[in-house]
Protein backbone atom coordinates (compact mmCIF):
# COMPACT_ATOMS: atom_id res chain seq x y z
CA UNK A 1 0.00 0.00 0.00
CA UNK A 2 3.28 2.28 0.71
CA UNK A 3 4.37 1.70 -2.48
CA UNK A 4 1.44 2.67 -4.51
CA UNK A 5 0.58 5.59 -2.33
CA UNK A 6 4.32 6.87 -3.20
CA UNK A 7 3.99 7.55 -6.51
CA UNK A 8 0.32 9.17 -6.04
CA UNK A 9 2.13 11.65 -3.37
CA UNK A 10 5.00 12.39 -5.76
CA UNK A 11 2.35 13.37 -8.60
CA UNK A 12 0.06 15.41 -6.22
CA UNK A 13 3.09 17.93 -5.02
CA UNK A 14 4.17 17.78 -9.11
CA UNK A 15 0.53 19.18 -9.46
CA UNK A 16 0.48 21.38 -6.42
CA UNK A 17 3.99 22.96 -7.58
CA UNK A 18 2.91 23.60 -11.14
CA UNK A 19 -0.23 25.00 -10.04
CA UNK A 20 1.67 27.46 -8.18
CA UNK A 21 3.96 28.22 -11.06
CA UNK A 22 0.85 28.95 -13.04
CA UNK A 23 -0.58 31.08 -10.35
CA UNK A 24 1.99 32.93 -10.14
CA UNK A 25 3.09 33.35 -13.94
CA UNK A 26 -0.53 34.61 -14.18
CA UNK A 27 -0.15 37.47 -11.54
CA UNK A 28 2.73 38.53 -12.77
CA UNK A 29 1.37 39.13 -16.20
CA UNK A 30 -1.49 41.08 -14.47
CA UNK A 31 0.23 43.10 -13.03
CA UNK A 32 2.37 43.81 -16.04
CA UNK A 33 -0.63 44.98 -17.99
CA UNK A 34 -2.18 46.88 -15.07
CA UNK A 35 1.25 48.74 -15.25
CA UNK A 36 1.17 49.57 -18.89
CA UNK A 37 -2.22 50.83 -18.75
CA UNK A 38 -1.46 53.11 -15.93
CA UNK A 39 1.70 54.29 -17.80
CA UNK A 40 1.09 57.36 -20.51
CA UNK A 41 3.86 55.70 -22.76
CA UNK A 42 2.63 51.84 -22.62
CA UNK A 43 5.45 50.58 -21.20
CA UNK A 44 6.10 49.70 -17.25
CA UNK A 45 6.37 52.92 -14.92
CA UNK A 46 10.02 51.54 -14.11
CA UNK A 47 10.98 50.85 -17.66
CA UNK A 48 9.95 54.77 -17.62
CA UNK A 49 11.77 55.91 -14.88
CA UNK A 50 14.77 54.08 -16.40
CA UNK A 51 14.82 55.47 -19.94
CA UNK A 52 14.76 59.17 -18.74
CA UNK A 53 17.69 58.37 -16.69
CA UNK A 54 19.62 56.75 -19.72
CA UNK A 55 18.40 59.72 -21.53
CA UNK A 56 19.35 62.56 -18.49
CA UNK A 57 22.94 60.87 -18.32
CA UNK A 58 23.31 60.93 -22.11
CA UNK A 59 22.76 64.67 -21.99
CA UNK A 60 25.09 65.09 -18.94
CA UNK A 61 28.01 63.75 -21.07
CA UNK A 62 27.45 65.14 -24.13
CA UNK A 63 27.53 68.60 -23.12
CA UNK A 64 31.07 69.16 -23.72
CA UNK A 65 31.02 67.84 -27.28
CA UNK A 66 28.35 70.14 -27.91
CA UNK A 67 29.62 73.31 -26.68
CA UNK A 68 32.40 72.40 -29.20
CA UNK A 69 30.22 72.29 -31.43
CA UNK A 70 28.26 75.16 -31.49
CA UNK A 71 31.46 77.37 -30.88
CA UNK A 72 33.34 75.99 -33.89
CA UNK A 73 29.98 76.88 -35.90
CA UNK A 74 29.78 80.41 -34.48
CA UNK A 75 34.36 80.86 -35.49
CA UNK A 76 32.87 79.56 -38.99
CA UNK A 77 29.98 81.28 -39.50
CA UNK A 78 31.61 84.29 -38.41
CA UNK A 79 33.86 84.80 -41.93
CA UNK A 80 30.25 85.70 -43.69
CA UNK A 81 27.79 86.30 -41.23
CA UNK A 82 27.83 89.75 -39.31
CA UNK A 83 29.20 88.99 -35.88
CA UNK A 84 26.46 90.52 -33.52
CA UNK A 85 23.92 88.10 -34.72
CA UNK A 86 26.63 85.18 -34.32
CA UNK A 87 27.23 86.33 -30.58
CA UNK A 88 23.43 86.48 -29.84
CA UNK A 89 23.11 82.81 -31.76
CA UNK A 90 25.74 80.98 -29.32
CA UNK A 91 24.42 83.03 -26.20
CA UNK A 92 21.27 81.57 -26.91
CA UNK A 93 21.82 78.37 -28.13
CA UNK A 94 24.64 78.01 -24.82
CA UNK A 95 21.82 79.32 -22.64
CA UNK A 96 19.32 76.23 -23.77
CA UNK A 97 21.81 73.31 -23.48
CA UNK A 98 22.95 74.55 -20.25
CA UNK A 99 19.16 75.01 -18.84
CA UNK A 100 18.43 71.31 -20.79
CA UNK A 101 21.80 69.63 -18.42
CA UNK A 102 20.89 71.45 -15.26
CA UNK A 103 17.27 69.55 -15.55
CA UNK A 104 19.22 66.24 -16.23
CA UNK A 105 21.15 67.09 -13.19
CA UNK A 106 18.19 67.69 -11.07
CA UNK A 107 16.03 65.05 -12.13
CA UNK A 108 18.99 63.05 -11.48
CA UNK A 109 19.35 63.91 -7.99
CA UNK A 110 15.35 63.15 -7.16
CA UNK A 111 14.91 60.56 -5.31
CA UNK A 112 12.76 57.54 -7.47
CA UNK A 113 9.70 57.46 -5.12
CA UNK A 114 9.52 61.24 -5.64
CA UNK A 115 9.93 61.54 -9.30
CA UNK A 116 6.39 62.86 -11.46
CA UNK A 117 7.61 60.94 -14.35
CA UNK A 118 4.83 62.95 -16.52
CA UNK A 119 6.36 66.89 -15.00
CA UNK A 120 9.85 65.41 -16.14
CA UNK A 121 8.88 64.22 -19.51
CA UNK A 122 7.08 67.34 -20.61
CA UNK A 123 10.20 69.47 -19.06
CA UNK A 124 12.67 67.57 -21.19
CA UNK A 125 10.19 67.59 -24.82
CA UNK A 126 10.06 71.44 -23.90
CA UNK A 127 13.82 72.17 -23.99
CA UNK A 128 14.38 69.57 -26.97
CA UNK A 129 11.80 72.05 -28.98
CA UNK A 130 13.50 75.05 -27.90
CA UNK A 131 17.30 73.34 -28.59
CA UNK A 132 16.14 72.28 -32.26
CA UNK A 133 14.63 76.01 -32.39
CA UNK A 134 17.56 77.97 -31.05
CA UNK A 135 20.13 75.69 -33.54
CA UNK A 136 18.02 76.16 -36.97
CA UNK A 137 17.75 79.89 -36.34
CA UNK A 138 21.75 80.05 -37.10
CA UNK A 139 20.49 79.31 -40.64
CA UNK A 140 17.53 81.99 -40.71
CA UNK A 141 20.40 84.98 -40.17
CA UNK A 142 21.28 87.29 -42.78
CA UNK A 143 23.33 86.03 -45.20
CA UNK A 144 23.73 82.10 -43.26
CA UNK A 145 23.15 80.24 -46.49
CA UNK A 146 23.98 81.13 -50.20
CA UNK A 147 25.41 79.27 -52.75
CA UNK A 148 28.58 79.15 -51.74
CA UNK A 149 27.70 78.10 -48.06
CA UNK A 150 24.98 74.98 -49.09
CA UNK A 151 27.44 72.47 -49.01
CA UNK A 152 28.90 73.66 -45.28
CA UNK A 153 25.35 74.20 -44.38
CA UNK A 154 24.33 70.73 -45.39
CA UNK A 155 27.47 69.56 -43.64
CA UNK A 156 26.11 70.92 -40.65
CA UNK A 157 22.46 69.99 -40.42
CA UNK A 158 23.43 66.59 -41.23
CA UNK A 159 25.96 66.47 -38.25
CA UNK A 160 23.19 68.19 -35.89
CA UNK A 161 20.48 65.82 -37.14
CA UNK A 162 22.69 62.84 -36.10
CA UNK A 163 23.90 64.03 -32.59
CA UNK A 164 20.47 64.64 -31.71
CA UNK A 165 19.38 61.23 -32.67
CA UNK A 166 21.71 59.35 -30.82
CA UNK A 167 21.64 61.61 -27.81
CA UNK A 168 18.23 61.47 -27.59
CA UNK A 169 17.58 58.07 -28.47
CA UNK A 170 16.16 56.80 -25.52
CA UNK A 171 12.85 58.92 -25.84
CA UNK A 172 11.77 59.02 -29.16
CA UNK A 173 9.51 61.96 -29.32
CA UNK A 174 12.72 63.88 -27.91
CA UNK A 175 14.24 62.98 -30.90
CA UNK A 176 11.51 64.05 -33.25
CA UNK A 177 10.77 67.50 -31.75
CA UNK A 178 14.66 68.35 -31.39
CA UNK A 179 15.52 67.23 -35.30
CA UNK A 180 12.41 67.75 -37.15
CA UNK A 181 12.68 71.27 -36.68
CA UNK A 182 16.16 71.73 -38.20
CA UNK A 183 15.49 69.11 -40.72
CA UNK A 184 12.76 71.02 -42.39
CA UNK A 185 14.22 75.13 -41.58
CA UNK A 186 17.18 73.53 -43.39
CA UNK A 187 15.85 71.56 -46.20
CA UNK A 188 13.82 74.86 -46.82
CA UNK A 189 16.88 77.19 -46.69
CA UNK A 190 19.14 74.75 -48.54
CA UNK A 191 15.91 75.34 -51.49
CA UNK A 192 15.82 79.08 -51.49
CA UNK A 193 17.89 78.88 -54.76
CA UNK A 194 15.62 77.03 -56.40
CA UNK A 195 17.92 74.27 -58.59
CA UNK A 196 18.74 70.67 -58.76
CA UNK A 197 21.49 71.57 -56.57
CA UNK A 198 19.87 72.71 -53.26
CA UNK A 199 16.70 70.47 -53.86
CA UNK A 200 19.08 67.52 -53.89
CA UNK A 201 20.08 68.15 -50.71
CA UNK A 202 17.20 69.15 -49.35
CA UNK A 203 15.77 65.87 -50.10
CA UNK A 204 18.77 63.89 -48.84
CA UNK A 205 18.27 65.85 -45.34
CA UNK A 206 14.75 64.72 -45.39
CA UNK A 207 15.82 60.99 -46.15
CA UNK A 208 18.45 61.63 -43.24
CA UNK A 209 15.77 62.83 -40.84
CA UNK A 210 13.29 59.88 -41.93
CA UNK A 211 16.47 57.21 -41.15
CA UNK A 212 17.89 58.78 -38.01
CA UNK A 213 14.07 58.79 -36.14
CA UNK A 214 13.85 55.20 -37.68
CA UNK A 215 17.23 54.24 -36.14
CA UNK A 216 16.38 56.10 -32.65
CA UNK A 217 12.99 54.35 -32.63
CA UNK A 218 14.99 50.63 -33.29
CA UNK A 219 17.31 52.19 -30.44
CA UNK A 220 14.54 52.60 -28.08
CA UNK A 221 13.34 49.61 -28.80
CA UNK A 222 16.29 47.70 -27.98
CA UNK A 223 16.70 49.60 -24.76
CA UNK A 224 13.40 48.29 -23.09
CA UNK A 225 14.34 44.38 -24.48
CA UNK A 226 17.18 44.54 -22.50
CA UNK A 227 15.10 46.18 -19.44
CA UNK A 228 12.37 43.47 -20.13
CA UNK A 229 15.70 40.40 -20.09
CA UNK A 230 17.31 42.69 -17.09
CA UNK A 231 14.34 42.30 -14.80
CA UNK A 232 13.45 38.64 -15.97
CA UNK A 233 16.61 38.02 -14.71
CA UNK A 234 16.70 39.44 -11.46
CA UNK A 235 13.10 37.57 -11.12
CA UNK A 236 15.18 34.25 -12.21
CA UNK A 237 17.79 35.35 -9.67
CA UNK A 238 15.61 35.61 -6.73
CA UNK A 239 13.53 32.67 -7.68
CA UNK A 240 16.47 30.57 -7.29
CA UNK A 241 17.13 31.87 -3.78
CA UNK A 242 14.01 31.42 -2.90
CA UNK A 243 14.35 27.81 -4.17
CA UNK A 244 18.04 27.44 -3.18
CA UNK A 245 16.17 28.56 0.80
CA UNK A 246 13.41 25.83 0.16
CA UNK A 247 15.73 23.22 -0.19
CA UNK A 248 18.32 24.58 2.52
CA UNK A 249 15.03 24.00 5.06
CA UNK A 250 14.35 20.93 3.50
CA UNK A 251 17.49 19.52 3.87
CA UNK A 252 18.26 20.32 7.27
CA UNK A 253 14.77 18.87 8.13
CA UNK A 254 15.53 15.57 6.41
CA UNK A 255 19.26 15.61 8.32
CA UNK A 256 17.06 15.80 11.29
CA UNK A 257 14.43 13.36 10.78
CA UNK A 258 17.23 11.45 9.70
CA UNK A 259 19.06 12.10 13.26
CA UNK A 260 15.47 11.41 14.68
CA UNK A 261 15.63 7.82 12.82
CA UNK A 262 18.80 6.62 13.72
CA UNK A 263 18.14 7.11 17.36
CA UNK A 264 14.86 5.72 17.35
CA UNK A 265 16.74 2.59 15.77
CA UNK A 266 19.35 2.81 18.05
CA UNK A 267 17.11 2.61 20.82
CA UNK A 268 14.16 0.25 19.51
CA UNK A 269 17.11 -2.10 18.73
CA UNK A 270 18.09 -2.72 22.46
CA UNK A 271 14.48 -2.67 23.61
CA UNK A 272 12.62 -5.22 20.88
CA UNK A 273 15.76 -7.35 20.87
CA UNK A 274 15.89 -7.69 24.68
CA UNK A 275 12.23 -9.25 24.83
CA UNK A 276 12.64 -11.17 21.37
CA UNK A 277 15.50 -13.18 22.86
CA UNK A 278 13.78 -14.31 25.72
CA UNK A 279 10.54 -15.36 23.85
CA UNK A 280 13.04 -16.94 21.41
CA UNK A 281 15.20 -18.57 24.83
CA UNK A 282 11.82 -19.71 26.52
CA UNK A 283 9.84 -21.32 23.22
CA UNK A 284 13.08 -23.32 22.76
CA UNK A 285 12.52 -24.41 25.86
CA UNK A 286 9.09 -25.59 25.87
CA UNK A 287 10.14 -27.24 22.20
CA UNK A 288 12.59 -29.30 23.74
CA UNK A 289 10.55 -29.89 27.11
CA UNK A 290 13.66 -28.80 28.88
CA UNK A 291 11.35 -29.05 32.12
CA UNK A 292 9.11 -32.04 31.48
CA UNK A 293 6.30 -32.87 28.49
CA UNK A 294 4.06 -30.38 27.65
CA UNK A 295 0.59 -31.73 28.28
CA UNK A 296 -1.13 -30.71 25.22
CA UNK A 297 0.62 -31.36 21.97
CA UNK A 298 -1.12 -27.94 20.50
CA UNK A 299 0.81 -26.42 22.73
CA UNK A 300 3.77 -27.77 21.63
CA UNK A 301 2.89 -26.58 18.19
CA UNK A 302 2.15 -23.67 19.37
CA UNK A 303 6.02 -22.76 21.08
CA UNK A 304 7.18 -23.46 17.37
CA UNK A 305 4.83 -20.62 15.90
CA UNK A 306 6.04 -18.61 18.92
CA UNK A 307 10.10 -19.27 17.72
CA UNK A 308 9.22 -18.48 13.76
CA UNK A 309 7.32 -15.88 14.23
CA UNK A 310 10.21 -14.23 16.64
CA UNK A 311 13.36 -15.42 14.60
CA UNK A 312 11.19 -13.89 11.26
CA UNK A 313 10.64 -10.13 13.78
CA UNK A 314 14.53 -11.16 14.68
CA UNK A 315 15.77 -11.16 11.12
CA UNK A 316 13.35 -7.96 9.96
CA UNK A 317 15.02 -5.92 12.64
CA UNK A 318 18.65 -7.22 11.94
CA UNK A 319 18.11 -6.47 8.26
CA UNK A 320 16.55 -2.68 8.84
CA UNK A 321 19.18 -1.78 11.00
CA UNK A 322 22.33 -3.07 8.16
CA UNK A 323 20.28 -0.65 5.76
CA UNK A 324 19.52 1.83 7.97
CA UNK A 325 23.62 1.85 8.77
CA UNK A 326 24.89 1.38 4.88
CA UNK A 327 22.35 4.42 4.59
CA UNK A 328 23.79 6.68 7.06
CA UNK A 329 27.46 5.40 6.36
CA UNK A 330 28.22 4.07 9.42
CA UNK A 331 28.98 0.36 7.81
CA UNK A 332 32.57 -0.64 8.11
CA UNK A 333 33.87 -2.98 6.57
CA UNK A 334 36.94 -5.36 7.73
CA UNK A 335 38.37 -6.13 4.99
CA UNK A 336 40.89 -9.60 4.57
CA UNK A 337 42.06 -11.69 1.93
CA UNK A 338 39.32 -14.28 1.46
CA UNK A 339 38.61 -17.19 -1.00
CA UNK A 340 35.20 -16.72 -2.98
CA UNK A 341 34.82 -20.03 -3.41
CA UNK A 342 35.15 -20.87 0.01
CA UNK A 343 32.54 -18.34 1.37
CA UNK A 344 30.10 -19.47 -1.23
CA UNK A 345 30.30 -23.22 -0.26
CA UNK A 346 29.71 -22.43 3.56
CA UNK A 347 26.70 -20.76 1.98
CA UNK A 348 25.80 -23.93 0.53
CA UNK A 349 25.96 -25.79 3.23
CA UNK A 350 24.07 -23.66 5.36
CA UNK A 351 20.73 -23.34 2.80
CA UNK A 352 21.07 -27.52 1.78
CA UNK A 353 18.71 -28.37 5.26
CA UNK A 354 16.08 -25.55 3.28
CA UNK A 355 16.94 -26.32 -0.57
CA UNK A 356 16.32 -30.34 0.68
CA UNK A 357 12.79 -30.00 2.34
CA UNK A 358 11.57 -28.75 -0.85
CA UNK A 359 13.41 -31.14 -3.07
CA UNK A 360 15.46 -28.44 -5.15
CA UNK A 361 18.57 -29.55 -6.49
CA UNK A 362 21.69 -26.85 -6.23
CA UNK A 363 24.46 -27.01 -8.52
CA UNK A 364 27.88 -25.32 -8.60
CA UNK A 365 30.40 -24.93 -11.23
CA UNK A 366 33.79 -22.80 -9.86
CA UNK A 367 36.47 -22.07 -12.26
CA UNK A 368 39.82 -23.52 -11.06
CA UNK A 369 42.51 -21.48 -9.75
CA UNK A 370 40.55 -18.48 -8.45
CA UNK A 371 43.23 -16.45 -6.51
CA UNK A 372 41.99 -14.79 -2.99
CA UNK A 373 39.73 -11.90 -2.61
CA UNK A 374 40.27 -8.44 -0.69
CA UNK A 375 36.97 -8.18 0.90
CA UNK A 376 34.92 -7.86 3.84
CA UNK A 377 33.60 -11.92 4.10
CA UNK A 378 30.88 -11.17 6.76
CA UNK A 379 29.51 -9.17 3.81
CA UNK A 380 30.00 -11.52 0.94
CA UNK A 381 28.43 -14.24 3.16
CA UNK A 382 25.82 -12.30 3.57
CA UNK A 383 25.26 -11.06 0.24
CA UNK A 384 25.92 -15.18 -0.87
CA UNK A 385 22.72 -16.30 1.99
CA UNK A 386 20.33 -13.27 0.68
CA UNK A 387 20.38 -14.34 -3.36
CA UNK A 388 20.49 -18.03 -2.00
CA UNK A 389 17.64 -17.49 -0.34
CA UNK A 390 15.53 -15.60 -2.14
CA UNK A 391 16.72 -18.18 -4.87
CA UNK A 392 15.20 -21.18 -2.81
CA UNK A 393 12.24 -18.95 -1.31
CA UNK A 394 10.76 -18.68 -4.89
CA UNK A 395 11.61 -21.92 -6.84
CA UNK A 396 8.93 -24.45 -6.75
CA UNK A 397 9.81 -28.15 -5.50
CA UNK A 398 11.72 -29.99 -7.52
CA UNK A 399 13.61 -26.77 -9.17
CA UNK A 400 16.87 -26.22 -9.59
CA UNK A 401 19.73 -23.35 -8.84
CA UNK A 402 22.64 -23.07 -9.95
CA UNK A 403 25.44 -20.72 -8.45
CA UNK A 404 28.79 -20.21 -10.89
CA UNK A 405 31.66 -18.26 -9.98
CA UNK A 406 34.71 -17.47 -12.13
CA UNK A 407 36.39 -14.71 -13.64
CA UNK A 408 34.68 -11.31 -15.35
CA UNK A 409 36.64 -10.54 -18.55
CA UNK A 410 37.66 -7.04 -16.54
CA UNK A 411 39.57 -9.48 -14.55
CA UNK A 412 37.59 -9.35 -11.49
CA UNK A 413 35.48 -12.16 -10.18
CA UNK A 414 31.82 -12.64 -10.28
CA UNK A 415 29.28 -15.29 -8.73
CA UNK A 416 26.04 -15.66 -10.03
CA UNK A 417 22.79 -17.55 -8.75
CA UNK A 418 19.88 -18.68 -10.97
CA UNK A 419 16.86 -20.00 -10.55
CA UNK A 420 14.09 -21.62 -12.50
CA UNK A 421 11.17 -19.63 -10.11
CA UNK A 422 8.63 -17.69 -11.53
CA UNK A 423 10.44 -14.92 -12.75
CA UNK A 424 9.97 -11.21 -12.67
CA UNK A 425 8.06 -9.47 -15.06
CA UNK A 426 10.44 -6.63 -16.62
CA UNK A 427 8.53 -3.53 -14.99
CA UNK A 428 8.82 -4.68 -11.45
CA UNK A 429 12.58 -5.22 -11.48
CA UNK A 430 12.80 -1.65 -10.33
CA UNK A 431 10.60 -2.12 -7.92
CA UNK A 432 12.45 -5.34 -6.27
CA UNK A 433 15.59 -3.75 -6.00
CA UNK A 434 14.03 -0.68 -3.61
CA UNK A 435 13.67 -1.10 -0.13
CA UNK A 436 10.71 -3.13 0.85
CA UNK A 437 9.74 -3.64 -2.83
CA UNK A 438 8.33 -7.18 -3.49
CA UNK A 439 6.78 -8.26 -6.85
CA UNK A 440 3.28 -9.20 -7.42
CA UNK A 441 3.94 -12.93 -8.76
CA UNK A 442 6.29 -13.84 -6.47
CA UNK A 443 4.33 -12.56 -3.18
CA UNK A 444 1.54 -14.77 -4.69
CA UNK A 445 3.87 -18.23 -5.63
CA UNK A 446 6.06 -18.12 -2.39
CA UNK A 447 6.04 -16.99 1.56
CA UNK A 448 6.41 -13.76 1.99
CA UNK A 449 9.98 -11.67 3.03
CA UNK A 450 10.96 -8.37 4.43
CA UNK A 451 12.06 -6.88 0.91
CA UNK A 452 15.36 -6.00 2.46
CA UNK A 453 17.65 -8.84 1.00
CA UNK A 454 18.39 -7.21 -2.66
CA UNK A 455 18.57 -3.86 -1.53
CA UNK A 456 20.72 -4.60 1.21
CA UNK A 457 23.11 -7.10 -0.93
CA UNK A 458 23.24 -3.64 -4.14
CA UNK A 459 24.40 -1.61 -1.17
CA UNK A 460 26.72 -4.37 0.10
CA UNK A 461 28.28 -4.55 -3.52
CA UNK A 462 29.04 -1.05 -4.37
CA UNK A 463 30.69 -0.51 -1.01
CA UNK A 464 33.32 -2.81 -2.12
CA UNK A 465 33.27 -1.30 -5.94
CA UNK A 466 31.32 -3.94 -7.60
CA UNK A 467 28.07 -4.46 -9.64
CA UNK A 468 24.82 -6.12 -9.58
CA UNK A 469 22.57 -7.56 -12.28
CA UNK A 470 19.47 -8.99 -12.26
CA UNK A 471 17.69 -10.33 -15.01
CA UNK A 472 14.88 -12.34 -14.98
CA UNK A 473 12.24 -13.98 -17.49
CA UNK A 474 8.92 -14.13 -16.59
CA UNK A 475 8.17 -18.51 -15.68
CA UNK A 476 11.60 -19.16 -16.79
CA UNK A 477 13.85 -17.81 -14.11
CA UNK A 478 16.05 -15.78 -12.05
CA UNK A 479 19.58 -14.89 -12.31
CA UNK A 480 21.52 -12.21 -10.23
CA UNK A 481 25.45 -11.62 -10.81
CA UNK A 482 27.36 -10.11 -8.16
CA UNK A 483 30.88 -9.13 -9.89
CA UNK A 484 34.25 -7.70 -8.01
CA UNK A 485 36.17 -5.26 -9.67
CA UNK A 486 39.29 -6.22 -10.70
CA UNK A 487 40.93 -4.07 -7.80
CA UNK A 488 40.17 -6.55 -5.55
CA UNK A 489 41.79 -9.66 -6.87
CA UNK A 490 44.79 -10.74 -5.32
CA UNK A 491 47.62 -11.64 -7.84
CA UNK A 492 49.40 -14.66 -6.70
CA UNK A 493 53.21 -13.86 -6.74
CA UNK A 494 55.52 -16.40 -8.34
CA UNK A 495 57.64 -18.75 -5.63
CA UNK A 496 61.09 -17.93 -4.74
CA UNK A 497 63.70 -19.87 -6.32
CA UNK A 498 66.46 -21.58 -3.93
CA UNK A 499 69.71 -20.02 -5.31
CA UNK A 500 67.18 -16.27 -5.31
CA UNK A 501 68.21 -15.58 -1.15
CA UNK A 502 71.80 -15.34 -1.39
CA UNK A 503 72.00 -13.52 -4.13
CA UNK A 504 69.69 -11.36 -2.73
CA UNK A 505 71.92 -11.34 0.64
CA UNK A 506 74.87 -10.79 -1.46
CA UNK A 507 73.10 -7.80 -2.97
CA UNK A 508 71.98 -6.30 0.09
CA UNK A 509 76.04 -6.96 1.43
CA UNK A 510 77.77 -5.43 -1.60
CA UNK A 511 75.44 -2.31 -0.81
CA UNK A 512 76.31 -2.35 2.84
CA UNK A 513 79.82 -2.17 2.19
CA UNK A 514 79.58 0.55 -0.72
CA UNK A 515 77.62 2.68 1.81
CA UNK A 516 80.71 2.01 4.41
CA UNK A 517 83.39 3.04 2.54
CA UNK A 518 81.40 6.62 1.43
Known sequence: MTQEASPNILSRTEAYRQRSTRRRDAARTVK?????????????????????????????????????????????????????????????????????????????????????????????LTFEVLNGLAFVGLFFLPNAVSTDTRIFAFGVLLLAVAINAMVASNVPKAVLLSTVPVALGGAFQLMGERDFVGYAM??????????????????????????????????LIAELEQAKAVSDDSRRRAEEANLAKSKFLATMSHELRTPLNAILGFSEIMMGEVFGPVGNAHYKEYANDIHSSGQHLLNLINEILDLSRIEAGRYQLNEEAIMLSLVVEECHHLMKLKAKTKQITI?????????????????????????????????????????????????????????????????????????????????????????????????????????????SVLREGTEVTVTFPPTRVMEVMPAIQGDQPKKMRRAMMAMDEQRRAS
Open 32 to 124: NVRERLASHTGTKPAFDHEILCEYARNRLSSWPTMVLILTALAVAASFWVDRFFIAAWLVLSMTMLGVSVLAGRRFLRVPNEMVRLTYWRRQF
Open 202 to 235: AGFLLLAEGFFAFLAFRLCASALAMLEFRVEKDA
Open 363 to 471: VEQVEPDLPKLWADERAVRQIVLNLMSNAVKFTQIGGEIRIRIGWTAGGGQYVSVKDNGPGIPENEIPLVLQAFGQGSLAIQTAEQGTGLGLPICQALVQMHGGTMDLR
